[in-house]
C-alpha cells in the first residue's frame, strides 16, 4: 500500500509526499484497495489516535459526520480530525486530552482532489515485542 508521508493531528500542516509503500494484511487490502497509510502528528486526536501511528485512510468511503477523515485545508495543508458535514461548511473536530485544541468551521466546498478521505484503521507498533495492533477508527 502506498505511504504518503505525515499528516498532521493538530493545527493543519503542508502535506509533504514521500513515495513509499508499506505491507498490509491481504484481507485489510482486499476490503480497501484504494487505501494508502499516512503517518499521524500531533496530539489533537489523542485520545483515539496517538502521536505517531499509521492511519490507513480510505479514498472511496462515503461522507458520514461524526467519523475520522484526513482533511485538506486550503491548497496544500492537511490535517485529521472528526469531521461534521454541514450544507456550506465543515466543522472539524479535535477528540484529545489536551484542552487547548477546540473545534474549527470551515466554509468551504471540496473539489475532487481535496475530498476529505476517510481514516478506517490505525496501527502503531510495540518494538520490544515486534507485535502490529491494527484498531478500527471511531
Same mark, same amino acid.
Given at each position: 500500500v !502506498?505511504?504518503?508521508?505525515?499528516? @498532521? /493531528?493538530?493545527?493543519?500542516?503542508?502535506?509533504?509526499?514521500?513515495?513509499? &509503500?508499506?505491507?498490509?494484511?491481504?484481507?485489510?487490502?482486499? /476490503?480497501?484497495?484504494?487505501?494508502?497509510? =499516512?503517518?499521524?502528528?500531533?496530539?489533537?486526536?489523542?485520545?483515539?489516535?496517538?502521536?505517531?501511528?499509521?492511519?490507513?485512510?480510505?479514498?472511496? /468511503? $462515503?461522507?458520514? #459526520?461524526? *467519523?475520522?477523515?484526513?482533511?485538506?485545508?486550503? $491548497? &496544500?495543508? @492537511?490535517?485529521?480530525?472528526?469531521?461534521?458535514?454541514?450544507?456550506?461548511?465543515? $466543522?472539524?473536530? !479535535?477528540?484529545?486530552?489536551?484542552?487547548?485544541?477546540?473545534?474549527?468551521?470551515?466554509?468551504?466546498?471540496?473539489?475532487?482532489? #481535496?475530498?476529505?478521505?476517510?481514516?478506517v =484503521?490505525? #496501527?502503531?507498533?510495540?518494538? *520490544?515485542?515486534? @507485535?502490529?495492533? @491494527?484498531?478500527? #477508527?471511531?
Amino acid at each position: 500500500v !502506498p505511504f504518503y508521508g505525515a499528516i @498532521a /493531528a493538530g493545527t493543519p500542516i503542508e502535506m509533504i509526499d514521500v513515495d513509499e &509503500t508499506m505491507p498490509i494484511p491481504g484481507h485489510i487490502y482486499n /476490503a480497501y484497495p484504494d487505501s494508502f497509510l =499516512l503517518r499521524v502528528s500531533g496530539e489533537s486526536m489523542n485520545r483515539c489516535i496517538p502521536n505517531g501511528c499509521i492511519a490507513l485512510i480510505d479514498p472511496d /468511503a $462515503e461522507w458520514v #459526520s461524526g *467519523k475520522i477523515y484526513a482533511v485538506r485545508v486550503g $491548497e &496544500t495543508d @492537511a490535517t485529521v480530525k472528526i469531521v461534521n458535514f454541514y450544507k456550506s461548511s465543515v $466543522e472539524l473536530v !479535535p477528540n484529545s486530552y489536551d484542552p487547548r485544541f477546540k473545534k474549527k468551521k470551515y466554509w468551504q466546498r471540496f473539489r475532487a482532489h #481535496s475530498r476529505p478521505r476517510r481514516v478506517v =484503521l490505525c #496501527s502503531f507498533q510495540f518494538r *520490544k515485542i515486534g @507485535a502490529f495492533f @491494527a484498531v478500527e #477508527s471511531a
